[in-house]
T-cell receptor, first 114, second 111 residues
Framework: EADIYQTPRYLVIGTGKKITLECSQT?????MYWYQQDPGMELHLIHY???????EKGDLSSESTVSRIRTEHFPLTLESARPSHTSQYLC?????????????FGPGTRLTVL | RKEVEQDPGPFNVPEGATVAFNCTYS??????FFWYRQDCRKEPKLLMS???SGNEDGRFTAQLNRASQYISLLIRDSKLSDSATYLC????????????FGSGTKLNVKP
């Protein structure tokens, strides 16, 4: 089983609120990722990180921001939530290089913005 | 053009049937390949890696054809619990080790 955790699992919040979605992994993985997925739709990469102090935007433009101050922690922040941000947010991590570059996912945060 | 393309299905099959999914990838430099399984409203979970020589894990067999740039997954003796969406994945190590996910193929196994 993957040791990657996300909190909260579910969040319902009003428009304009600032929110932070937490993601932590205990596997010592350097690479971490955030994906956005609407029900029945494909995964979209919104942010990724090579390691501490490294963050990059993904393929899908997102109004969210991320930080990577510690290897195990990769939080995602929305400064002002809007209904269009309603989605499932999935965090993942993978090892650096080698043959075991499998990506492991956390259980996701289901966000609803009213 | 998407990096990884899959038939979205759904594939509706009876229990005990054999079903095969294919997916194609566009970048010939892709290096690693995987099949993930995603249950409704859950996170994707690794089903199996895909190797050039082909690999088998119980009822599941994965094949890679680099010349034609496609990956396949064969499920034998389908169970009700196999109902899920199956995601095909290709990675490019030189590009940060990015994982390119297909949009998924939905499988419904009926009693």
């Amino acid at each position: 089983e993957a040791d990657i955790y996300q909190t909260p699992r579910y969040l319902v919040i009003g428009t304009g609120k600032k929110i932070t979605l937490e993601c932590s992994q205990t596997m010592g993985h350097d690479k971490m990722y955030w994906y956005q997925q609407d029900p029945g739709m494909e995964l979209h990469l919104i942010h990724y990180s090579y390691g501490v102090n490294s963050t990059e935007k993904g393929d899908l433009s997102s109004e969210s921001t991320v930080s990577r101050i510690r290897t195990e922690h990769f939080p995602l922040t929305l400064e002002s939530a809007r209904p269009s941000h309603t989605s499932q947010y999935l965090c993942a991590s993978s090892e650096s290089g080698g043959s075991t570059d499998t990506q492991y996912f956390g259980p996701g945060t289901r966000l609803t913005v009213l | 053009r998407k990096e990884v393309e899959q038939d979205p299905g759904p594939f509706n099959v009876p229990e005990g049937a054999t079903v095969a999914f294919n997916c194609t990838y566009s970048n010939s430099a892709s290096q690693s390949f995987f099949w993930y399984r995603q249950d409704c409203r859950k996170e994707p979970k690794l089903l199996m890696s895909v190797y050039s020589s082909g690999n088998e894990d119980g009822r599941f067999t994965a094949q890679l054809n680099r010349a034609s740039q496609y990956i396949s997954l064969l499920i034998r003796d389908s169970k009700l619990s196999d109902s899920a969406t199956y995601l095909c994945v290709a990675t490019l190590r030189y590009n940060f080790n990015k994982f390119y996910f297909g949009s998924g193929t939905k499988l419904n196994v009926k009693p």
